[in-house]
């Protein structure tokens, strides 16, 4: 039986590759290591917090005693580290919440499972799951594979950035079984409403106004996460120690494109006017240091783990805007407290 620690289980990501694996593997034991910021929600793992083969700890990978002693209790075959502070905007007004969750907490994980594999590697793998915005920014053309050099932009991009250095040292100086992969922007169901889709469905269903950055030219490419926890499963699985994969789904939007796109259906699906909540979109101050485009050759971990993207965007979208719409208490209950002070500076005083 394989013992595997998922960090950040609560979030976003974490509780579909939870869930994923609990379902798929029910012969592993699978932990969910989740200290609950304001990004992470037990909620989000409701359907399934009662099976045998799952387990869920608090506590926060920034604190080094707790960590080792859970190590050295568990004895994790796996470690799948997703535990971060993830959102570019929050990084911007405090980079250093974004250095000590993201890089000393990996580095607290890759110490403790250092410490308790250093007698035996066979079968061990560390697994830190990263983004493809540690590869900067392109222009109109172009692709970031997996020799791109590190070009981080924001705090955060350069808090994962610095992460995967650390990684990837590990592996160099002392052996230890690493992997990591970059990923382009996921979207679906259990996202906070601080990213743009989940942000701009919660607007579109309030009436309120859709704040788009500077011209709504950057261009992003989106994948659905149930195909990124499926990603994590095969690299987790199939992966080779030391390498990097590319995760994207070959679906590059720019924004303003998307945002129509979201009030065409989601008006459709609230039997609204055509073009009722295209009007609510507002062009705000750009964000500091805005990336303009992100896109991923993903053809590595596609020839190598046979992997593909299964999801159609619009197919994935309408399935996400389904949830949102039909999962109203959840919206409201990570919408009321904290979110409205942070919706406030954010958007309100921007
Ligand atoms: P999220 O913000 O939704 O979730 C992060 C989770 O980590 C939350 O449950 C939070 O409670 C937990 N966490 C934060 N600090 C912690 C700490 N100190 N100790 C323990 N737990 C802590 O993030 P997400 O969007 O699900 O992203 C997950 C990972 O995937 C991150 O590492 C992120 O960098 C990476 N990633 C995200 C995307 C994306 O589009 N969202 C794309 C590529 C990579
Ligand atoms: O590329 C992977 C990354 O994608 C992940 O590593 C990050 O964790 C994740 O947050 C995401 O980063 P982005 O900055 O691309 O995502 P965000 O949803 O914040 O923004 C997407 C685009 O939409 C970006 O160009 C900024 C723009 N935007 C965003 C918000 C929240 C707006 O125009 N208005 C908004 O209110």
Not at 59 to 83: M, S, W, Y
Not at 91 to 104: A, E
Not at 212 to 226: E, F, H, P, S, T
Not at 290 to 305: G, M, N, P, T
Request: aromatic share 14%.
């Amino acid at each position: 039986m394989s013992k595997i620690l998922i960090t950040g289980g609560a979030g976003f990501i974490g509780s579909h590759v939870v869930r994923h694996f609990l379902k798929k593997y029910q012969d592993y034991k699978i932990f969910n290591l989740d200290s609950l910021t304001y990004a992470g929600n037990l909620e989000n793992l409701k359907d399934v917090e009662n099976l045998k083969n799952y387990h869920f700890v608090k506590g926060d990978i920034v604190d080094e005693d707790f960590i080792f002693n859970l190590f050295e209790k568990e004895k994790f075959d796996k470690v799948i580290h997703l535990a971060a502070e993830s959102h570019v905007d929050r990084s911007i007004s405090n980079p250093l919440q974004f250095v000590q969750t993201n890089v000393i907490g990996t580095v607290n994980l890759l110490n403790a499972a250092m410490k308790v594999w250093q007698k035996d590697f066979s079968d061990k793998l560390f697994f830190h799951v990263s983004t493809d915005e540690v590869y900067g920014s392109l222009g109109d053309s172009g692709y970031f594979t997996e020799e791109t050099p590190y070009d981080p932009k924001s705090p955060y991009s350069a808090s994962k950035a610095a992460s995967d250095h650390f990684v990837r040292a590990y592996y160099n100086t002392y052996g230890l079984p690493v992997v990591i992969s970059n990923c382009s922007n996921n979207y679906g169901p259990n996202q906070f409403p601080e990213k743009l889709i989940p942000l701009f469905i919660n607007n579109i269903i309030n009436k309120k106004p859709l704040p788009v950055y500077g011209k709504g030219d950057n261009v992003r490419d989106w994948l659905y996460v149930g195909d990124h926890a499926k990603a994590i499963d095969v690299i987790c699985h199939k992966g080779k120690a030391g390498e990097t994969y590319n995760v994207g789904g070959d679906n590059e939007w720019k924004n303003i494109d998307l945002i129509r796109t979201l009030c065409q259906i989601t008006d459709k699906k609230l039997q609204r006017d055509e073009g009722e909540s295209e009007k609510l979109i507002t062009f705000v101050k750009d964000r500091a240091g805005h990336d303009k485009r992100y896109a991923i050759d993903a053809s590595k971990i596609k020839k190598e783990l046979q992997w593909k993207p299964e999801y159609d965007f619009k197919n994935g979208l309408e399935k996400t805007i389904d949830w949102y719409l039909s999962n109203e208490e959840w919206l409201e209950n990570v919408t009321s407290g904290d979110y409205q002070k942070y919706y406030e500076k954010q958007y309100i005083k921007r």
